[in-house]
T-cell receptor, first 111, second 118 residues
Framework: RKEVEQDPGPFNVPEGATVAFNCTYS??????FFWYRQDCRKEPKLLMS???SGNEDGRFTAQLNRASQYISLLIRDSKLSDSATYLC????????????FGKGTHLIIQP | GAVVSQHPSRVICKSGTSVKIECRSL??????MFWYRQFPKKSLMLMAT?????????EQGVEKDKFLINHASLTLSTLTVTSAHPEDSSFYIC??????????????FGSGTQLSVL
């Protein structure tokens, strides 16, 4: 059974702070990993793919640890607009496979 | 990025009626589309994989006779919720990939359909 686990939060974080989320996955055959952002009652929007070497996009940094089967997302200098639910997603194979999502981590940035 | 259009965005219907949701890839062809369902404060759950020109593949626990999927062209997949009941009320969302099925391909999502069954 494919499982993706996340701490649901909420994480209440002051503006400007750094916050990190982890996500674990059970299927060791998983090949592709993503972080999505979802606002209330909206579709998830791709934030970034996650690679073994780690990757950074502005204030966001994602890491993959295959040995321990977890991925992480770090947000630096958090903004009020970062408030959302962050979903990690795992794909077993390629684009022909659906994504398995975690339940999401709710982030609230406070002024 | 690629655009996936989903309609309607919201539908309210009476119990026992059927509801059709459309998912279109506007600027690419999608051999495969995916249908997800999300209950409040829950994760998106994959319901089925829609394959153009062939039968859909349903996830365990999803009734194929209740959730009819048609993928008649490379740009359109439809999900019909037949004989809807209040417990079918949920956020339904489709996704598609413009790629060839390789690892790491990004999936793009429609804007979702909020179904409320009275």
């Amino acid at each position: 059974r494919k499982e993706v686990e996340q701490d649901p939060g909420p994480f209440n974080v002051p503006e400007g702070a750094t916050v990190a989320f982890n996500c674990t996955y059970s299927n060791s055959a998983s090949q592709s990993f993503f972080w999505y952002r979802q606002d209330c009652r909206k579709e998830p929007k791709l934030l970034m793919s996650v690679y073994s070497s780690g990757n950074e996009d502005g204030r966001f940094t994602a890491q993959l640890n295959r040995a321990s089967q977890y991925i992480s997302l770090l947000i630096r200098d958090s903004k009020l607009s970062d408030s959302a639910t962050y979903l990690c997603a795992v794909q077993e194979g390629g684009g022909a496979d659906g994504l398995t999502f975690g339940k999401g981590t709710h982030l609230i940035i406070q002024p | 990025g690629a655009v996936v259009s989903q309609h309607p965005s919201r539908v309210i219907c009476k119990s026992g009626t059927s509801v059709k949701i459309e998912c279109r890839s506007l600027d690419f062809q999608a051999t495969t589309m995916f249908w997800y369902r999300q209950f409040p404060k829950k994760s998106l759950m994959l319901m089925a994989t829609s394959n153009e020109g062939s039968k859909a593949t349903y996830e365990q626990g999803v009734e194929k006779d209740k959730f009819l999927i048609n993928h008649a062209s490379l740009t359109l997949s439809t999900l019909t919720v037949t004989s809807a009941h209040p417990e079918d009320s949920s956020f339904y969302i489709c996704s598609a990939s413009p790629g060839t099925g390789g690892p790491g391909e990004k999936l793009f999502f429609g804007s979702g359909t909020q179904l409320s069954v009275l």
